[in-house]
T-cell receptor, first 113, second 115 residues
Framework: AQSVTQLDSQVPVFEEAPVELRCNYS??????LFWYVQYPNQGLQLLLK??????LVKGINGFEAEFNKSQTSFHLRKPSVHISDTAEYFC???????????FGTGTSLTVIP | GAVVSQHPSRVICKSGTSVKIECRSL??????MFWYRQFPKQSLMLMAT?????????EQGVEKDKFLINHASLTLSTLTVTSAHPEDSSFYIC???????????FGQGTRLTVV
């Protein structure tokens, strides 16, 4: 079985400061890893994904994430946030060969001017 | 990236009526589509997995007679909330995948309000 833990439910950060949103997963098999962003009253938009290869993945809007197999983590980072980054962020995993997605509980990022 | 279109984006209906929500993959064929429900400030709760040409697979606790799912073609899945009640008010989101090696593409969501 797979599970995803996002330890921080809310993260306030000042504009232009760096941010890290944490994601840990539990799985008995290898998984694909994803980060999605959700703006109010909208669907989810893919930020980045890790399928294989380089453990450092770069995504849209200046975000990046690093897959750490030994720590079963896939933390999301951005060196300098903008007001427009205020949103809900979801980490998700999917076992290869499976159509299922398992989401974390989400992290609400609030960028303070 | 691929586009998944969900319609309507907002709907208000009277208690006891039924509401249909459509989810279309516009530029790819989706063998499998997913329906989620999201409560305020919470994560997505998977309701059911919709497979083209066969019956949907519902998650535990989801009433299949209340939330009717039809996946008539490789590009269209519908969710019908039957005999809606105020407690069915929520944000419903669909998603689709090309295959198991790609990400899921999400619709814009439907805000259902039952009055």
């Amino acid at each position: 079985a797979q599970s995803v833990t996002q330890l921080d439910s809310q993260v306030p950060v000042f504009e232009e400061a760096p941010v890290e949103l944490r994601c840990n997963y539990s799985s008995s098999v290898s998984v694909y890893l994803f980060w999605y962003v959700q703006y109010p009253n909208q669907g989810l938009q893919l930020l980045l994904k890790y399928l294989s290869g380089s453990t450092l993945v770069k995504g849209i809007n200046g975000f990046e994430a690093e897959f750490n197999k030994s720590q079963t983590s896939f933390h999301l980072r951005k060196p300098s946030v903008h007001i427009s980054d205020t949103a809900e962020y979801f980490c998700a995993v999917s076992p290869p060969g499976s159509n299922q997605f398992y989401f974390g509980t989400g992290t609400s990022l609030t960028v303070i001017p | 990236g691929a586009v998944v279109s969900q319609h309507p984006s907002r709907v208000i209906c009277k208690s006891g009526t039924s509401v249909k929500i459509e989810c279309r993959s516009l530029d790819f064929q989706a063998t499998t589509m997913f329906w989620y429900r999201q409560f305020p400030k919470q994560s997505l709760m998977l309701m059911a997995t919709s497979n083209e040409g066969s019956k949907a697979t519902y998650e535990q606790g989801v009433e299949k007679d209340k939330f009717l799912i039809n996946h008539a073609s490789l590009t269209l899945s519908t969710l019908t909330v039957t005999s809606a009640h105020p407690e069915d008010s929520s944000f419903y989101i669909c998603s689709a995948r090309r295959d198991s090696t790609t990400e899921a593409f999400f619709g814009q969501g439907t805000r259902l309000t039952v009055v």
